[in-house]
Every structure is written in structure tokens, then in C-alpha cells.
């Protein structure tokens, strides 16, 4: 095994043998948050074998992952005489020889689903009487399982199960939907197996001690550390590289929607129609967008001619990109446009793409899992003589391996980083050639995912970066490792440039509002109110008083308890299946209604509370430490008032997983952003130098603003640096992070004359930024010349211990003047101010 495998294994071996010696032993639950390649199959075996485990079920929510699951047991020397059950065979349990292990393979249709009444198969009986020893769950993810039984079990249309949405979910249905422990299966473990797992560990389904993490970053840094070493097992997995491009205005138009004018890649592909007569909606444009990936656009053309500089690197116009995209997968909105776009191909305007071979994995006729893989393999023949494209819109984007991809086309709205990267990863698959005489040779060294909302997929990287990682706490410093080892090339209309961290969450917090800040505290998301997390919360008396101290919650104790029984009443009800009667059926929807009722009222009270958070921090006059010291040590008092709890009883709640620490840490960076940009404008900043706290954790400063930026810093126009251009084949060497630190250009004289040329220069110099900024750097074009001279105000005579006067907070004496600001003492409070600016604005008169 590898390291990382090794110390998967051990760490989860010690929770288990941790967890059997608990009172009033639970079944135990542990997650391995391993990103694809990591060879999860073989480590699960090797778990099994050093517990000495000897009954093994392995259920997958994607029944295409079977092959690996087979092989690895099969041709492995260390699985020597492990016997392997599954559909192929029958499920033939009963010939096996009990003495030695075994492993039973299946989806949750094969194995679980259910009769049309409701009751267990008879020819899987044999699954419910045995207790396993160990219970896999492959393909996991929060959400996974839903509250109808019947949707899990039948099976799922892999083309329309991608839009999940997470705060619905959360919401309605995650405390009371079916889990583990609604199966008609006995285990003393469960391993979960995840490659995307963002929501299990934001909801706080799985705690820190219960998760091992394996993650992109971690596997791209043990390949730099064994340098080229000819054994360094990670040497044929290929670094990934993101290219994002703002399609131009022309195209774009037809589908820009929301607030902030979006666009809207599922409007832009939408077609009509089935099968051969499938038409996009908006062809022309769809055309344009073809010639546009291409380089053949002419309305970028004159872009380029004026901008002196070279073309942007489009898919299939670079020369080094056309040799090594010579098969890619294309990710469509729905069976219609995968349909559409192969008709579009196949005209005769589009010759360029007769040379490659179109697969359309979609629909019914594609086939479902594991047999919508054997055309597209097919289709390749000999890989290195082949060109192929493969148009799906759900299929063969999770749990499986075409080795020859080396490109991915994202042309589909995809809210949840789950899907996103679960695709995105499906082309970082190592491709290596046997070249006999114990030779191999590597023929994909980078991969490509290529992205046409710019803004959407820098939020997916922030999202990736920040929510997987749970032990770092700074964000910038994640989001700067995770770019290290997958570089993220942007073009915005006029050149293409690599960007840094603080470009990525610039462009990733754009659009804050104070409603949608709001919004996040009201969200379903912060609180948890899951039959376990109620039950930490009834063992706990403290836990429960304290919850019972807050408002509406008196009766708190009773309401949790009859959740709970509830459910598990319920629960076993269900398991009965055909059993039931008819009055008995009615009995538990009577029950499982009420539960939910009470659940729902518990889940709006706890969110309730959240929403007195961000009245605590305007209250409150602390930000250099986390929002959580400040609760606990600063102003526990105020926090009382505020909120009905005091600060033991806080802690306490946050410790049994009843608040989502780190949704909560997020809210309260993005709160503290804006509410910096909001009060910029009075020329007063109180907080100047100090610390910044996060819910529970804090930047430095100069951390802070590193990682926002200046709102109004970045509305400067920037000159543009045409040597930061990224040349593709150098991709690997030419950055630094000097070369993002552009210089701002001084202020023209005003007798200088306008030219054309200076206007043309001018508009190249917009950097990628945020819409808003965006929008107010257009305007400043028009008139360069019309900005006002600052009053001249003279400030020789401010020295310390001179009196200045201030419209608000009257006379004050200054204490000290130093790296720009002044320090002014009024009575008993130090106030700090911008030097001179504050003067020069009125808000410090002498």
C-alpha cells in the first residue's frame, strides 16, 4: 500500500476498535474523503484483511463501479482464495466456502429493492439474516440518501439526478430522511467512500475524528516531493489545468439572466426535439460559440487586431492543445442538447470536427451505467490513432475510467462542486502505455477542464478548496494551494491571464448583498436536527437546559424525545414492509407527520437564534478576535442579551455539532467584508491594523486584505502587463507571485492629448474583477479628465498633542501620527483616521 492508504487504514481500525468499547455501543460510521485515484478499492480490502474480517457487503449508489471492485480482489496476490459474490453470479452465496472471506458486490436495486408490496425478495433473504462484519457504502454523498425509500432503491436516471439542491434538501427533508440505519441490514461498521463529500462533512454527518481526507492538493504535492524518481508511484497522475473564458458580448447576449446578468449556459444550449431532429433554440449562436473554440470567430478577430497582442488560447485553435485534445467529453444541460449538438456537428460548415468521432452517452439508448461505457471504448479503437468527442449530460461522469480523456467541456449550469468535480476528475485518469521489456511510457502529463462562466467555475475552485480542507483555517492560504497545483488560466475579453488566490475570491465573492448575507443566516444549513444529533443533545441534561433557556423552547425535552421514538417506530414499521396492515399504515403516517412537524418547528427555532448573530456583531465593537472569543470572552454579557444564551451553554451546543461551525466562519467573513465596504466611505477605520476574526477563527490584517482586497483598490483602472501573458507550452515555469503585483498608472496630465490609440490601450487595461467593479471601470473611460482636485487643506500645524475637532465626536486631542493614519483621543476612547485624507474630506477640521 501507499502511505496515505496506510495511514487510511490505520486511522480508521483505531475508530473502530475506539467505538466497540464505548458504552452503549453504536454502530460506527467512518468516511474516507479520497479523491479518484486513490485506490479506495484495494485499501478497503486491505482494511478488511487486517481486521480480519471475513463478511464484507459492498453496496454503491453507482452501480457502474463494478469492474474495479472485481479486479482488485481478483488479480491481487494479497486476496489470494477472497471470494467474490455478485449479479454476475447470481448472487450464488449459498455455494461459497464460509471458512474464507467473502465479498458481496451490489447497487441497492440489486440488493435491497423491494417487492410490489413493499416487502424484501425472496431470493435476497439471505442479505437480511447474515450479520455482516463490514458494510462499504461506494459513491457516497450527503444527500444520497433520500426520504423515500422508493427513489433509492429504483434505478436512478443517471441524466437527471446532477441539479441537487443541498438547502432544499437540508430544509425539508435531511433530519428525517432514510439513512443506514433504515436498512434491513445488521453491521457492527460502516465505511463510507466519497471522492466529493462536501456536504456530508459541512452538514456535520461525519465529526473530524470520524473522516479521513485525501484530496487533489495532497495527491499533486506527494508526486512534487518524489521529484522524477522512476518508482514514484504518483508520476502518471497528470496536474490539472482550469481555462475559463468570458464568451464575448455578441454570443452571450441571448442568454444573460439574474441580478447580475449571468450567463446561462442551460438557455444558451437549450434545445428542442428528439434524436436525429433535436435543434438548439439559439443555433446561430451556438455556431458562433463552435467557431469561437476554434479560433475561427470573427468577431474576436478585430478584438485581436486591436489589441496588438496574440490570440487567446482557445481549445482548438493552439497548436499544443489540438495535439493533446484529441479526445474529450463534452457536458451537455440534457438529452436533448447532446443530441443537437451531435446533429450541429455533422454539418457541413462544421468539417473541423468530421475528423473526430461523436459519441451521444445520453438518453435511454446510451444505456445505463456500465453499458453507455463499452461504445464510447469502442468508438476509440487504437486511442493514439483516434479522435473522438463524447457528448453526455449525467453518464460516465461518475465511478468510471476512459483513460484517453484528456479534456472536459463544461456546458452545463452545475450548482454543487460535487458534480462538478466528480466530472472534472473523470479526465485525470493516468493514460500509460506498456512498451514491453518492463517499459511504460506516460502520454498524459496535464488534463484540461475547460469552463464558458467564468464567474461560476472560480466559485467552484473557492468552494473546492475551502470546504474539502478541514484543518486549514485561513481561506486564501487554501484556495493559494490548491491554484499551486492546479493553475487557473481566465480570459476576460481581452487577454488571458493566470490568476492568483486573491483573484479567484475577489471574483468568488463578487455580487454580496446585504439581502443575500441575510439570506445565509437564515439558511437550514447552519443548525442540525438529525435523530443522532438530537440524541447527543438528550444525553447531554446541560445541552438541554441550555436549549430550553432560549425563547419558545420550554417544552424542548418532551418535543425531542417523542421525535425520536417516533422515528424509530416508524423505522421499524417500514421494515416490515407487506407486513403492515392497512391501519397500521395509516397509524405511521399519522406519526411520521406529526415527527416531521416537530422537527421542522425545532429547525426554525434553532435558525431563529442564528439569525441574532449578526445583530451580536453590530452590537459588538471587538473585530481582531474569532466572533467565537469574542461570544465567550469579550462581551458575554451582550451575547445574553442578545441572543437568550450565555456563553458556557454556546460552547456547549457548538461542541455537540447543533450549529455548523464552518458555514457559520464563512457568513461571518463575508459579513465582515461587507460591512468594511460600507463603511470605507466615511473615511473612518476604526479598525486599522487590528486583526479579523472569522466565527472561529482569525486573520492577520494584512491576511484580511489580502483576501478581499480593497473594494475601492480594485476599482483602480490597472495598466495592463502584456509580458503576464500565459503562453501555454510555459504554463509550468513562467509564474510568480510578483508577477500579479501590477503596477496602477499614474494620472495623466491634463494637456495631454486623446488619442485613439491611448482609448484602445486604456480598455485592454480592464483585470478580471468582480461584475460591480467591472462596471464602474467602463465608465471612467469616457472621461479620464474630469476627476476633481482634492481641497488643498493645510495640515503642517497637526503635530502630537495638538486639538482637532470632529462633527461627531467633538474635540479630541491627537496622540500620535504614523504610516499614514492619526490617532486622535476623544475623552476616554482612541479613535483612529486615514492622514490627511480625513482632513481633506471634512471629517477632522484643526
Not at 9 to 32: C, M, N, Q, S
Not at 173 to 192: M, V
Not at 515 to 522: D, F, G, H, K, P
Not at 594 to 604: A, C, L, N
Request: net charge negative; aromatic share 10%.
Amino acid at each position: 500500500m501507499r502511505p496515505e492508504q496506510n495511514e487510511a487504514v490505520d486511522k480508521t481500525i483505531e475508530y473502530f476498535r475506539a467505538a466497540e468499547k464505548e458504552p452503549g455501543h453504536r454502530t460506527a460510521k467512518f468516511l474516507w474523503n479520497a479523491k479518484m485515484r486513490f485506490g479506495k478499492t484495494f485499501a478497503s480490502y486491505q482494511l478488511a484483511k487486517k481486521m480480519g474480517l471475513k463478511k464484507i457487503l459492498v453496496l454503491t449508489f453507482k452501480p457502474a463501479v463494478q469492474s474495479a471492485w472485481e479486479e482488485d480482489l481478483l488479480t491481487h496476490v494479497d486476496f489470494e482464495g477472497w471470494q467474490f459474490v455478485s449479479a454476475k453470479n447470481g448472487f450464488d452465496y449459498e455455494s461459497t466456502d464460509k471458512s474464507r472471506p467473502i465479498v458481496c458486490f451490489g447497487s441497492f436495486q440489486d440488493l435491497l429493492g423491494t417487492n410490489e408490496n413493499g416487502g424484501i425478495k425472496a431470493k435476497n433473504e439471505w442479505i437480511h439474516i447474515i450479520n455482516w462484519d463490514l458494510v462499504i457504502f461506494d459513491e457516497y454523498h450527503f444527500g444520497a440518501w433520500r426520504e423515500n425509500a422508493k427513489k433509492l432503491f429504483e434505478t436512478e436516471d443517471e441524466d437527471l439526478s446532477l441539479d441537487f439542491d443541498a438547502e432544499e434538501y437540508q430544509e425539508k427533508e435531511a433530519g428525517n430522511a432514510i439513512n443506514e440505519t433504515f436498512l434491513p441490514i445488521t453491521t457492527p461498521r460502516y465505511l463510507y467512500l466519497s471522492g466529493t463529500p462536501f456536504r456530508a462533512i459541512n452538514s456535520g454527518e461525519f465529526i473530524e475524528d470520524q473522516i479521513y481526507n485525501w484530496t487533489y492538493s495532497d495527491e499533486q504535492r506527494a508526486k512534487d516531493n518524489w521529484g522524477t524518481a522512476p518508482n514514484n508511484p504518483y508520476l502518471s497522475l497528470p496536474r490539472m489545468v482550469l481555462m475559463t473564458y468570458k464568451i464575448p458580448d455578441s454570443i452571450r447576449q441571448i442568454a444573460q439572466q439574474g441580478e447580475f446578468d449571468e450567463f446561462d449556459l442551460n438557455v444558451f444550449f437549450s434545445a428542442e426535439g428528439k434524436g436525429d431532429n433535436a435543434k438548439f433554440k439559439f443555433e446561430d449562436y451556438v455556431q458562433k460559440w463552435l467557431d469561437l473554440i476554434r479560433g475561427a470567430y470573427l468577431g474576436t478577430t478585430t478584438d485581436d487586431l486591436k489589441l496588438g497582442a496574440k490570440k487567446p488560447d482557445m481549445p482548438f485553435s493552439n497548436t499544443r492543445l489540438l495535439s493533446i485534445l484529441t479526445h474529450t467529453l463534452w457536458f451537455m444541460p440534457n438529452v436533448a442538447s447532446c443530441h443537437a449538438m451531435a446533429n450541429l456537428l455533422k454539418k457541413r460548415n462544421n468539417s473541423f470536427f468530421h475528423d473526430y468521432k461523436v459519441n451521444v452517452a445520453a438518453g435511454p439508448s446510451a444505456g445505463i451505467g456500465v453499458e453507455a461505457l463499452a461504445p464510447v471504448l469502442q468508438s476509440m479503437g487504437d486511442p493514439l490513432k483516434t479522435k473522438t468527442i463524447t457528448l453526455s449530460c449525467g453518464k460516465l461522469t461518475t465511478g468510471v475510467t476512459i483513460k484517453p480523456w484528456t479534456g472536459i467541456f463544461m456546458l452545463r449550469n452545475l450548482s454543487s462542486p460535487e458534480t462538478y468535480f466528480q466530472a472534472a476528475f473523470r479526465v485525470q485518469s493516468p493514460w500509460v502505455i506498456d512498451l514491453g521489456a518492463g517499459k511504460n511510457e506516460i502520454m498524459k502529463h496535464e488534463c484540461y477542464v475547460f469552463d464558458f462562466a467564468l464567474d461560476r467555475a472560480l466559485h467552484q475552485i473557492a468552494d473546492y478548496s475551502c470546504r474539502l480542507d478541514v484543518n486549514e483555517s485561513n481561506p486564501e492560504q487554501k484556495v493559494a494551494e490548491f491554484i499551486n497545483f492546479l493553475p487557473v488560466l481566465a480570459y476576460d475579453g481581452s487577454t488571458m491571464k493566470r490568476l492568483n488566490e486573491t483573484d479567484i475570491l475577489d471574483i468568488a465573492l463578487a455580487g454580496t448583498s446585504a439581502t443575500l448575507l441575510a439570506r445565509r443566516w437564515e439558511s437550514a444549513l447552519l443548525v442540525n436536527v438529525d435523530n443522532d444529533t438530537l440524541a447527543r443533545l438528550m444525553a447531554n441534561e446541560d445541552a438541554m437546559k441550555a436549549l430550553m433557556s432560549i425563547e419558545g423552547f420550554r417544552s424542548l425535552n418532551t418535543e425531542i424525545n417523542d421525535i425520536i421514538i417516533a422515528s424509530e417506530k416508524v423505522k421499524k414499521a417500514k421494515a416490515k414492509g407487506e407486513k403492515l396492515t392497512l391501519k397500521e399504515k395509516k397509524e405511521i403516517s399519522a406519526e411520521e407527520k406529526e415527527f416531521k412537524s416537530k422537527r421542522k418547528m425545532i429547525q426554525e427555532k434553532l435558525i431563529k437564534f442564528a439569525t441574532r448573530i449578526p445583530v451580536f456583531m453590530y452590537l459588538t465593537d471587538f473585530r481582531e478576535y474569532s466572533l467565537k472569543d469574542v461570544i465567550t470572552q469579550l462581551e458575554p454579557g451582550l451575547f445574553k442579551r442578545v441572543t437568550g444564551l450565555n456563553v458556557k451553554d454556546f460552547e456547549l451546543l457548538c461542541s455537540l455539532g447543533v450549529f455548523n461551525a464552518a458555514l457559520m466562519n464563512d457568513a461571518v467573513y463575508k459579513f465582515k467584508r461587507y460591512e468594511d465596504s460600507s463603511l470605507n466611505y466615511t473615511g473612518i477605520d476604526r479598525h486599522q491594523g487590528e486583526s479579523v476574526g472569522g466565527y472561529d477563527t482569525v486573520l492577520t490584517r494584512e491576511e484580511f486584505d489580502k483576501l478581499f482586497g480593497s473594494q475601492q483598490g480594485s476599482l483602480n483602472v490597472v495598466e495592463q502587463d502584456f509580458d503576464n501573458d500565459i503562453d501555454l507550452p510555459e504554463i509550468e515555469d513562467d509564474y510568480s507571485d510578483d508577477e500579479d503585483k501590477e503596477p496602477v498608472p499614474k494620472q495623466k496630465a491634463e494637456s495631454e492629448p486623446k488619442g485613439t490609440e491611448t482609448m484602445i490601450n486604456k480598455t485592454v487595461a480592464v483585470p478580471i474583477t468582480p461584475k460591480a467593479a467591472t462596471r464602474v471601470i467602463r465608465t471612467s473611460f469616457t472621461s479620464p479628465n474630469t476627476a476633481q482636485e482634492k481641497p488643498k487643506v493645510d495640515i503642517s500645524a497637526v503635530n502630537p498633542g495638538s486639538t482637532v475637532t470632529h462633527k461627531k465626536f467633538g474635540d479630541g486631542s491627537v496622540i500620535a501620527i504614523k504610516d499614514g493614519k492619526i490617532i486622535v483621543s476623544f475623552g476616554k476612547n482612541e479613535k483612529t483616521f486615514l492622514f490627511p485624507q480625513a482632513f481633506e474630506q471634512g471629517f477632522l477640521k484643526l
